[in-house]
């Protein structure tokens, strides 16, 4: 989940490259560094431990027109300045995005040993690509080369006595390209350089990319030429700065009602929802008698969430899995069965994997993605945009909203096709979804009261997430939020489950955030707060009650705007959202870029 990025062209290539690692640190951020060739030809590097920030203050050279910069989160090898990129080998620099599952064979079958330093499987890539250049036609290096790695790579490539000149290329780690009047530029996304060009492509897989200041070309392995399918940019670059927020995340938790409406209102025509826009058939929904939602980490909670909705709704079976199970679980898929995959990034390897693995079993399989041309978006037999704009910090927030939206005008699609639901029906449920944004803006009011009582989560080393049906649906979302950004362990449980063991953990002061939003099950959730209270927990207790003031049952009660049961967990999981958040501040943490983790997920 690295960032990579490249530039060679008429600008100076240092800052470009510093600040566009800076735009992709969000990928990873245990260390940093550039390669870039001087005036004199030779290949410079400058790398460290810790962030893009320590990299700049070892920076130095701006003689340079050429380069390409990296932003680790490991995988191969501690934290450490020998194992940053870029890694140079003779006369190879280069920068990787990957895994290379067979470092240790190619180690071995071309005797690499002696030429490393490093514990990475990247410096084994740039000791081979060395090994098999003859110091003139780095082109001839890559083609023997890239057929020998197995498992997942972004290469961007400098060989020496080629000055100037970049080489890509990719199997399955996501690679952009743009060219400019100011020069042409490589990421591992858009947000590196879209400051400088809207039009950009995607670097099609074992496709080797020269890039050089008058432009780019591309060429298959076997040198037959490529032409570039270009895509317009559909966001401008302040969509990726924090427009005056402390960081990304409030902004974008505060960005979910916009994103909501532009996800659902071009898919709602006369009231009713419409797929028609993204290609999406009737027939998709028409005889599908099963659903598999298949994802990670928060898209695999909102796909919990659509599994609530469809099942207790519509009666249709859904099994949701974790996309890293699925794969190796032989999962029952028959050609009937739909198969939805969710992805912010579209990038998620364990996602992409289980997506192929589904289509050799049905035709019928639907992607809900956020970034326009990922690779999930380009294997999947239909896709569902969500418009939620980029998202920048690692904990996901307004890609679970507009997910869970999607899936409640897929819910609600399969119920007007299949005939489970009148349109009378279909026209109320669309309208409370398109009441949800309003709904979130008034939840956002409540920013500084949900701050003040984090105050009593800062020292808490375990919290509970209790709720029944889709609230504990929820309550997977909320300890996963809480968890990634503030550190504090978190476990959501099944409110009537706790009784059965796990309430010996529940001891004085421990912190219990307690979800009672559905009121054919509001009763029991009240009893079993009522149990966890009484042996000395602090609970917080979200409810569309008007007011709690019974002690036995709450220390804190926040009061949900009243909205049709189906709909309330849009509420709630803000103000999860912002527990999380408040509570990660309040620690002195950056919420942006919590500790070993990274935004997309592209490795298994
Ligand atoms: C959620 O806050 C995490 N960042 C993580 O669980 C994430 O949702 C997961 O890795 C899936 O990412 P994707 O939506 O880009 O596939």
Known sequence: MCGIIGFTGKLEAQDILLDGLEKLEYRGYDSAGIAYFKENGKISIRKTAGKVKDLRAICDDNDSLCGIGHTRWATHGGVTNANAHPHKCGNVALIHNGIIENYHELVSSYDLEKDLISETDTEVAAALFNKLYDGEHPLDAIQKAVPLFKGSFAFCIMFKNNPGVIYAVRNVSPMVAATCEDGSFIASDLTAFIQYSKKYFIVPEYTILTMTSEGISLQALDGTRVEPEFLEVNWDITAAQKDGYPTFML??????PAAITRTITPRIQNGLPDFSEDNIPKSLFENCRDITIVACGTAMYAGMVGKSLIQDMLGIPVTVAIASEFRY????????SLVIVVSQSGETIDTLEALRLAKTKTEKTLAI?????????RESNYVLYTHAGPEIAVASTKAYT???AAFYLIACKLGLVQHKLTETEAHEFIQNLQNVSGHISEIL???DDVERL????????NTFFIGRGIDYTLSMEGALKLKEISYIHAEAYAAGELKHGTIALISEGVPVIALATQSHVYSKVISNIREVKARGAYVILLSMDEEITDTSICDIHISLPKVPDNFAIFESVVVLQMIAYYTSVGKGLNPDQPRNLAKSVTVE
């Open 251 to 256: 902004k974008e938790i505060n960005e979910q």
């Open 329 to 336: 679980e032989k999962p029952v898929i028959t050609e009937e």
């Open 369 to 377: 993605v956020n970034v326009k041309g990922s690779s999930i978006a």
């Open 445 to 447: 009011k409540l920013s």
């Open 402 to 404: 507009v997910q869970t």
């Open 454 to 461: 984090t105050k009593r989560m800062l020292n808490a080393s």
